[in-house]
């Protein structure tokens, strides 16, 4: 696992991330290729031979790209889930694992406000018409957040950051997770209740979880029978959490829904058209990490721990 500290590292960088990380990892004496947007079978070929390979949500690191990259030391994941990489395996190969779990923090909760304030209003609705022509003044009436009850699924930094503003916006606040995050919730004056008791009492429903396979279709037909009629619902965390197919037949009796993530990155399926064109639906792509400040923060936060990561493995490879 170790290397001799006079190496020159070879960092392979397969997508799209700020030029100042590049920089910064060329200042560290290291040899960079930056090929973001990389296809799985050119990645295969090229990876042997390279220290460190940097990915964002895009590139999948499965067992093989691990296999075939035989001098791998680290993998840095630029932003927060793992859900893209075969973390067991990885480690078991001993590889150093690294990412920027705080980076995005903020930015992932204010596009949830967001996404929360455009549904309440129907602002998608309105933009639409006014840049078809149509003055829809009094088209579509809106709701206020004031009052109502927010609950929030997974209740870690973003989901604690949500409740802060949510908590500015005059909401009550419910929240579940499956760790104990009761320290946390009596800090912030939230309920910590059951996931179908709170998907039963929110009227806005947000979700901030891992993808892992307790999580994959957490939000089942089922559970969706559970929330209320004229609820809305908002993903920011990854698209398999939600059942989305089953999620098309339940739009009809909600307010509407927000998501950032779909279960295919660019969608691929009949349904996930569907879902897309309903006038109900707001959907963005994959934008919760696309600001200045949490490129910055990734930036500084990656360059830290991989520093951290070259000084464990050669102390102890």
Do not use: C
């Not at 630029?78 to 190969?93: F, Q, S, T, W």
């Not at 419910?174 to 912030?188: G, P, Q």
């Not at 707001?282 to 000084?311: F, K, M, S, W, Y």
């Amino acid at each position: 696992m170790g290397w001799e500290s006079g190496i020159q590292l070879k960092v392979l960088v397969t997508d799209k991330v700020d030029e100042k990380l590049l920089n910064r990892l060329r200042s560290m004496g290291m040899v960079i290729d930056y090929k973001p947007g990389i296809q799985r079978d050119e990645l295969l070929k090229l990876i042997d031979g390279y220290h460190i390979l940097v990915v964002r949500s895009r590139t999948k690191v499965d067992r093989e790209v691990i296999d075939r990259g035989t001098s791998l030391k680290i993998i840095a994941r630029a932003g927060v889930g793992l859900d893209n990489i075969d973390v067991e395996y990885a480690l078991k190969r001993g590889l150093v694992i690294i990412n920027s779990p705080n980076a995005a923090t903020y930015s992932a909760a204010e596009l949830t406000l967001t996404l929360m304030l455009m549904l309440a209003r129907n602002v998608h609705l309105h933009i639409f018409d006014v840049k078809n022509g149509k003055w829809s003044k009094g088209a579509y009436e809106g709701v206020e957040l004031r009052g109502k009850t927010l609950g929030i699924v997974g209740f870690g930094r973003i989901g604690r950051a949500v409740a802060r503003y949510a908590e500015a916006l005059g909401m009550r606040v419910l929240a579940t997770d499956i760790i104990d995050v009761s320290r946390y919730a009596n800090e912030l004056g939230v309920k910590l209740v059951s996931l179908s008791e709170l998907l039963e009492l929110s009227d806005v429903i947000t979700l901030h979880v891992a993808l892992t396979k307790d999580t994959y279709h957490m939000i089942n037909d089922d559970r969706l029978r559970l929330i209320k009629d004229g609820a809305m619902i908002v993903n920011t965390s990854r698209g398999e959490v939600i059942d989305t197919r089953a999620l098309l037949n339940h739009l009809d009796r909600l307010w509407g829904v927000g998501l950032d993530v779909l279960e295919h990155e660019p969608p691929r399926e009949d349904w996930e058209f569907k879902l897309i064109q309903h006038p109900k639906v707001i959907v963005t792509p994959h934008i919760g990490a696309e600001t200045v400040e949490a490129q910055g923060r990734i930036v500084e936060e990656l360059v830290a721990n991989i520093q951290d990561a070259l000084e464990r493995v050669r102390n102890h490879g």
